[in-house]
């Protein structure tokens, strides 16, 4: 430190070590970190560089050269990048510059904007639509939506049919899905004077052809025992795979949830489901505990309300349903489960459902717990019912069924 404050970087080291330390950062890794910043220092006053030139550009000059005399590390260029944060915070150097923009960024903000306002798409939804739409309006030199004239129904039909094969069946329908939506859009605003929608084929598939991948019970204990509760990141995971098992919530649920979503005089919790809807669940007493054990021996000291937070600094809430598949994944594959066609968080989802039907519930019954929005939704589970389906079966001739 003393080192630090001596250098050109001396007045910014103090608000630098602050960020450290709300991050939650440990001493050895703030130590890699302030290393880092210190050569930088040195670096400047041997270069007669200045503060007020520092850079992405010159941050990336000087890694360059450090990498020459020392094995390159992804913490340097993240120790650099938090300290241009402090120094634009103070106002001594410039704003980040602005990337020259994609050409098509321009009709892909108007869409944007529409998907939320007018269709309340949560961001997550919008991305997922936005991924589809990039490489067809390139193909299709769409840079703008005055450009959106010279479609054609011909070549969105040509288009689907080029790539309807590079990937499975089911993202084939999910492009013709977005490209739909997106049309519809064109047209409703005027920017295509047909609706080119009709000009989408479409992807045939056999109507519920798969069983939906379920685990027995006695995998999900095993599942849920093979967490290490002595740890802190056991305690995480447990919790989480409670919530999976126990009440078949998704994974954007898990990672959505916040301290304030929980009732604790009323055993109960906010669940923020799919479409923005929200929905209030009773809580298990032993999912509750699970949390609580958490709470109180594992989840580290974050300004972040949500309820699970990662192990590493700095300790911030799951960015989106990723994080939780993976520690489902882990959870599975440590287990040693195997015949699972998805080994995600929906595995506990569907084996909570079929666990259910067999011990007597009623499809309406599951699909008020998995809050389903279609009955047709949950018939998918009608079909593991074997002892259901057998009654519906005709004798063969000659035999018994």
Not at 141 to 162: F, N, P, Q, S
Not at 206 to 214: S, T
Not at 227 to 245: E, F, N, Q
Not at 375 to 389: E, F, H, M, Q, S
């Amino acid at each position: 430190m003393r080192s630090l404050m001596e250098g050109p970087l001396g007045m910014h080291i103090d608000p630098y070590v602050e960020q450290l330390r709300r991050g939650g950062y440990s001493i050895e890794v703030s130590h890699r970190l302030l290393s880092v910043v210190r050569d930088f220092g040195f670096w400047l006053g041997a270069t007669g560089t200045g503060l007020t030139d520092i850079s992405e550009a010159l941050a990336a000059r000087y890694l360059a050269e450090r990498s020459r005399h020392r094995p390159a590390n992804k913490a340097d260029a993240r120790a650099l990048d938090r300290l241009l944060t402090v120094l634009r915070e103070a106002n001594v150097i410039a704003a980040r510059p602005v990337p020259c923009s994609d050409p098509h960024e321009d009709i892909l903000e108007a869409y944007r904007l529409y998907m939320k306002r007018e269709r309340g798409l949560a961001p997550i939804s919008i991305a997922s639509h936005l991924w589809f739409l990039r490489p067809f309006l390139q193909e299709m030199g769409i840079a703008t939506c005055a450009d959106a004239v010279r479609l054609a129904g011909h070549k969105v039909a040509v288009y689907v049919e080029r790539h309807a094969g590079d990937r499975s069946a089911t993202t084939a329908r999910i492009m013709c899905s977005r490209l739909r939506v997106f049309l519809r859009y064109l047209h409703r605003e005027g920017f295509v004077s047909a609706d080119l929608t009709t000009a989408l084929p479409s992807i045939r598939r056999a109507a519920d052809a798969h069983l939906p991948g379920f685990m027995p019970l006695e995998d999900v204990q095993r599942i849920l025992a093979g967490c290490d509760r002595s740890t802190v990141i056991g305690r995480r995971d447990y919790a989480i795979l409670m919530l999976l098992a126990r009440l078949g919530l998704r994974a954007c649920e898990v990672a959505r949830l916040n301290l304030d979503d929980i009732d604790w005089r009323s055993g109960e919790f906010t669940v923020h489901g799919k479409g923005r809807k929200t929905a209030t669940m009773p809580l298990p007493p032993d999912v509750g505990a699970a949390i609580v054990s958490y709470l109180e021996n594992g989840r580290p000291r974050s300004d972040s309300r949500q309820l699970f937070l990662l192990a590493v600094a700095p300790y911030t809430g799951f960015k989106g349903a990723n994080g939780i598949q993976t520690v489902a994944r882990s959870a599975i594959r440590r287990a040693g489960i195997t015949g699972l066609a998805h080994r995600g968080s929906h595995a506990f989802r569907h084996s909570l459902a079929t666990g259910l039907l067999r011990s007597g519930a009623n499809l309406t019954e599951i699909g008020q717990l998995l809050r389903h929005e279609q009955p047709d939704t949950t018939r998918i589970y009608a079909k593991v019912d074997i002892d259901g389906l057998r009654a519906l079966g005709c004798t063969w001739p000659g035999g018994e069924l």
